[in-house]
């Protein structure tokens, strides 16, 4: 069965959120930015619309598990969780973050990867948050499994390279369709064989993915589902180590703690001092090129500037939802003559530089 279709037309009222700008969709379902109704606060708002999912159960994994979402180091700010006319969605503060899905297409389109201490750094990171996560439930008398659905759609990238990662307590609602042709080749790489075999991978499933991941952001390749410890490429000292006691089932670390500490070892052993802001920089860079490509090939471009913008859709927020709205800024031409952006109801958008008056 179909997912209840979200919305197309932008901006939109959903639920307790204005959606403002379309940031992309993956194999989970769209991934918008969004201005919290009634407040000042933009955030990354995920709906899990795909047609290859069955929206029930992932809203009753949200329903049932709201305990599974922590805050803490390397996890996402202001998580949230909810259903919305029969769509599941998941709400983070993240909201100009950039998504590792986007970070590592970026790197494809390329024919690039992460240098060593960056891949080494977001990996060391996606643990961090595991290992806090997993802690916390402990304290708390919750499940100790851990996340069950590690993948680049649920890490993010802020603009001062902080890396976090989020869709805790989903994996329930989503992992009994991983076989089904949207997600085997999207999600299926970074879930575990035994969970794709059908069985319980606890708290050694989050290993496989996040070596997984490291393998994809290091090599430009996703590790084969057969074999994968066997097409560990020569890397770094101790690097191909770890990522075979990452992937492979008889030498998989017991505990996501301990696969942290031996990537901590491949910083030592290689010299290597990673910081989010050598990240963020490393990135700036690489996204820049993207978006000079897409505006040679006629794509959309992605946002380099948010201010405008959020003055633009706070001001929409404040009108009557049944009042017809014009496309954001970031949808309309920026080259050639520019006039003033009317606000509908009467209003008059701010004038940007520049701008000629509107006869």
């Avoid at 973050?97 to 060391?124: I, K, N, Q, W, Y």
């Avoid at 946002?303 to 970031?330: C, H, I, K, T």
Wanted: charged share 20%; glycine share 12%; proline share 11%.
């Amino acid at each position: 069965m179909n997912s209840p279709r979200s919305p197309t037309r932008l901006p939109h009222r959903f639920g307790g959120y204005l959606i403002t700008s379309s940031l992309g969709t993956d194999a989970l379902g769209s991934v918008y930015r969004a201005l919290v109704l009634g407040g000042d606060e933009f955030v990354r708002l995920r709906l899990f619309d795909a047609p290859e999912l069955t929206p029930g159960p992932v809203a009753a994994a949200l329903t049932v598990q709201p305990a599974a979402i922590f805050p803490g180091p390397g996890i996402v700010e202001g998580p949230r969780q909810g259903v919305v006319d029969g769509i599941p969605f998941l709400a983070w503060s993240e909201a100009h973050a950039h998504g590792l899905d986007r970070v590592v297409t970026a790197l494809s389109m390329e024919r690039r990867h992460l240098p060593p201490e960056h891949a080494l750094f977001v990996a060391e990171r996606i643990a961090l948050a595991l290992e806090n996560a997993l802690a916390q439930a402990g304290r708390a008398g919750t499940s100790t499994e851990g996340h069950g659905l590690v993948w680049p759609g649920f890490v993010v990238i802020g603009p001062s390279g902080d890396v976090r990662l989020g869709g805790f307590g989903v994996a329930s609602g989503i992992l009994p369709f991983i076989s089904r042709p949207g997600l085997a080749p999207r999600i299926g790489p970074y879930v575990a064989p035994e969970v794709r075999d059908g069985r319980d991978g606890g708290p050694g499933a989050d290993v496989y993915a996040v070596a997984a991941i490291l393998f994809e952001i290091l090599t430009g390749s996703r590790p084969p589902l057969d074999s994968a410890v066997d097409a560990v490429p020569s890397l770094p000292r101790g690097v191909g180590d770890a990522l075979r006691a990452g992937l492979a089932p008889a030498r998989r670390r017991a505990s996501i703690g301990q696969f942290r500490l031996q990537l901590g070892q491949c910083f030592v052993v290689n010299g290597l001092s990673p910081s989010s802001r050598a990240l963020a920089t490393f990135l700036d860079a690489l996204l820049g090129r993207d978006r000079d490509a897409a505006a040679t090939e006629g794509r959309p471009v992605p946002l380099v500037s948010y201010e405008e913008e959020e003055e633009w859709e706070r001001a929409l927020a404040r009108l009557d939802p049944s009042v017809e709205v014009l496309p954001p800024p970031s949808a309309r031409p920026r080259s050639g003559p520019k006039s003033r952006v009317p606000i509908p109801g009467g209003t008059t958008g701010r004038t940007r530089p520049g701008d000629k008056p509107a006869p």
